[in-house]
């Protein structure tokens, strides 16, 4: 079994499980979702290639392993598992479509300021990683839709000036260098929570950290999830993920019951 599954699993039911055996891939929910947003959704310019763990890695400059086309997979089974934590349905029953979300409706966000969703309500099309190196070579055509991301459509101006888009498959995207790879293109939007100012670098907001009451959307006067409430706020779905998080389940235990188990980790080169 993979690591996240067997250390979930395993961590949850103590009492049928003696021993784990987490053989690579995350099994941090909170280190998941702060890459999702520094390496997995972030989209910024840049013409260098990252290749190597510790690089920059953006939306559009991904990581070979896992390919690209994986990566969509994984984000939209994680998102039909858990709720999106990075764009809030008021519905709890339509937690799946980018388009179904309050963003979507509101079109505004801190970021990108006022955009628009894309027309087909299941997202752009991406994917298409042909020699699965996480890039976006412009001869590969896009195959998959990416339903749970909500593309801020007219963003690519904020992003970068003087960039000659071209639309792939309902995204606008640029070679910046013309090296025949998409170097960068429309944003993502991404409303984990509430602006705040992450004073200790960890990540996560601590109590006395200063924050902005604007609601998920960062914009104040939207009346947004959150606006107005005098506290700090995370998107609900971030805490159904950490109900699944196993470190944060073994963080909660003490010492003598962590030692009831025999918990073995093994990381491959890649992973």
């Known amino acids: 079994m993979g690591a996240y599954g067997a250390m979930n699993l395993g961590t949850k039911h103590a009492d049928v499980f003696a021993t784990i055996a987490s053989l690579g891939g995350p099994v941090d929910m909170k280190q998941l979702l702060r890459d999702s947003i520094d390496d997995n959704l972030e989209v910024k310019a840049q013409t260098e290639i990252p ?15 896992p390919d690209r086309d994986t990566r969509i997979e994984m984000f939209q089974d994680l998102t039909i598992a858990f709720g999106n934590p990075f ?8 937690q799946y479509l980018g388009s179904d979300s309050q963003p979507a409706q509101l079109g505004m966000d801190d970021q990108f300021g006022s955009f628009t969703a ?28 990416t339903e749970v991301s909500l593309l801020a459509k007219g963003s690519l101006p904020m992003i970068v000036s003087g960039a000659t888009p071209v639309d792939v498959g309902g995204r606008l995207v640029a070679d910046l260098n013309g090296d025949g790879i998409y170097d ?6 991404v409303n984990l929570s509430e ?3 992450d ?5 996560v907001f601590d109590p006395g950290e200063q924050f902005s009451d604007f609601g998920l959307d960062g914009v104040d006067g939207t009346h947004d999830f959150g606006e ?37 980790m093994d990381v491959g080169t890649k992973d």
């Not at 290749?51 to 392993?65: E, K, M, N, Q, S």
């Not at 004073?199 to 990540?203: L, Q, V, Y």
């Open 195 to 197: 602006p705040f100012v």
């Open 184 to 189: 960068v293109g429309e944003g993502l939007v």
């Open 228 to 264: 107005g409430n005098g506290m700090f706020d995370y998107d609900p779905d971030r805490a159904t993920w950490l109900e699944e998080d196993p470190l944060t389940r073994i963080e909660a235990l003490s010492g003598d019951v962590i030692a009831m188990q025999r918990i073995y």
């Open 199 to 203: 004073a200790n670098g960890n990540g």
């Open 87 to 94: 764009l809030h349905h008021p519905d709890p029953a339509r």
């Open 118 to 145: 894309p027309t087909n309500p299941r997202g752009f099309l991406d994917g298409g990683d042909k020699n699965q190196d996480g890039l976006r070579q412009t001869s590969e055509e896009p195959t998959k839709l």
């Open 51 to 65: 290749r190597v763990i510790g690089d920059d890695f953006t939306y559009d400059h991904l990581p070979p392993y």
